[in-house]
């Protein structure tokens, strides 16, 4: 796997240029200037270039770049902060003028799976509009020195319960995906230890709480090989020119590969259609796709000895809603769990997390009373679909707002001083 990174360095050099190049060329046959441009085969290759140069260009870390909201007809400057910096991740805030004092807080746990937290820049937009957003930033382990230390599940549960404490008691909690994990088994140590900062309300979307359930083609390649065999096949060292040299790391465009190949053909189509959208000059729908791939081809390193730990203890022992997950030596018990109102969320069209497997967090939670439980299947949403475009602004945010609303009052009783 050592040679794969180095060869994959090698390809993304070579790559970089010809983008460039193709982006220089469709540029100048593009040139209104020039008495063949915009007609015919010189349209027809211009475009085809720049589908080309987009899909080769590299990316880096973006930006999530929210400068603005729009609430009830009136605009507001975001104002976006780092409160918390970490190695391995930090904590991010957003806020504005329109919201009042007492407006919720909302903690969103962004996926450690490959893709940076600006993934969720839609989940962040839509929420910031009735709650002050913190989202956690997870680093990319490849510029992460080894000085800094392991980074596992464990450390991942700790960051949470820090940031919440940051935040303060009365805190609201949602976890997007992969941190669905994590986020409900820091809510079960925290409430076992009558922590006053834990979470009022726990929102869980598209989570593999349990993937025993309507299992899919992402759960079965985690059961399918052995342990060792994503040791030795997926995990790779950093290479000499990142300051996170010879870290382990599960690779961000091995991630990537895997993600891309599960929908290969409807990747092409958008290609496709791209390419089409080019040649007919519907710029506004060629951007809409140029964003999208924008964001979902950024990708970063995951920490070796996290990504390990969750393909065992998540998909391979399901050690969690079996009662068998133990957090730094001592087991989480998730029927300590009783004062926090839980929310599931799930895509009827998810083809990573499968229906049933969020929804799994409201029976191993005898404690909650039912009326502090709620589920949703949004119907025709796939995984993306329910944190991210129309859906998820118009169907489903507004019951997670509803639902914060609802139970908002609770937390503001429990003082900090309970803290040991």
């Not at 994503?230 to 995990?235: G, P």
């Not at 951007?287 to 920490?303: I, M, Q």
Request: proline share 6%.
């Amino acid at each position: 796997m050592a040679v794969l990174y180095k060869a994959y360095e090698i390809q993304r050099s070579l790559l970089s240029a010809s983008s460039a190049m193709a982006s220089m060329t469709a540029d100048m046959l593009g040139d209104p200037r020039l008495p063949f441009s915009g007609f015919g085969p010189s349209q027809m290759m211009a475009s085809a270039l720049e589908v080309f140069a987009h899909a080769a260009a590299p990316r880096g870390k973006p930006a999530f770049g929210i400068r603005t909201i729009h609430v009830d007809g009136t605009t507001h400057a975001v104002r976006e902060s780092t409160e918390i910096h970490r190695p391995f991740g930090d904590l991010k805030k957003f806020t504005h003028d329109g919201l009042p004092p007492d407006a919720p807080r909302l903690l969103i746990v962004a996926p450690m799976s490959g893709h940076y937290a600006t993934l969720l820049r839609g989940t962040v937009e839509r929420m910031l509009e009735r709650c002050v957003v913190y989202i956690t930033d997870w680093a990319d382990a490849k510029y992460v020195p080894l000085a800094e230390g392991r980074f596992d599940l464990d450390d991942y549960i700790d960051y949470l319960v820090g940031f919440l404490e940051y935040i303060g008691p009365g805190a609201h909690m949602m976890a997007v995906c992969q941190p669905s994990v994590p986020a409900f088994a820091a809510t079960a140590i925290m409430a076992a230890n009558d922590h006053p900062c834990r979470p009022v309300t726990l929102t869980m979307m598209g989570g593999p709480i349990d993937t025993r359930e309507s299992p899919t083609a992402v759960n079965d390649h985690a059961i399918t090989k052995p342990y060792v065999w994503f040791k030795h096949n997926v995990i790779t060292t950093v290479p000499v020119n990142y300051p996170g040299e010879g870290r382990q790391v599960y690779p961000g465009f091995v991630q990537l590969a895997s993600f891309m190949s599960m929908n290969l053909g409807s990747h092409m189509m958008s290609h496709y259609s791209l390419f089409k959208h080019l040649v007919q000059g519907d710029g506004e729908s060629a951007e809409a796709t140029k964003t999208f791939y924008d964001e979902y081809r950024a990708v970063c390193d995951l920490p070796a000895e996290f990504y390990l730990q969750t393909v065992d203890v998540v998909f391979q022992r399901h050690a969690l809603p079996k009662g068998e997950f133990v957090h730094r030596g001592q087991a989480v018990d998730l029927g300590a769990i009783h004062d926090t109102a839980i929310l599931c969320i799930e895509g009827e069209r998810d083809d990573i997390s499968g229906i049933g497997q969020t929804k799994a967090a409201l029976k191993v939670t005898p404690n909650v009373p039912e009326e502090m439980k709620q589920y949703l299947l949004a119907a025709e949403a796939g995984h993306y679909g329910i944190f991210n475009g129309s859906r998820w602004r118009t169907k489903i945010a507004p019951v997670v707002d509803a639902w914060i609303v609802r139970h908002e009052g609770r937390g503001k009783g429990r003082k900090l001083t309970a803290v040991a």
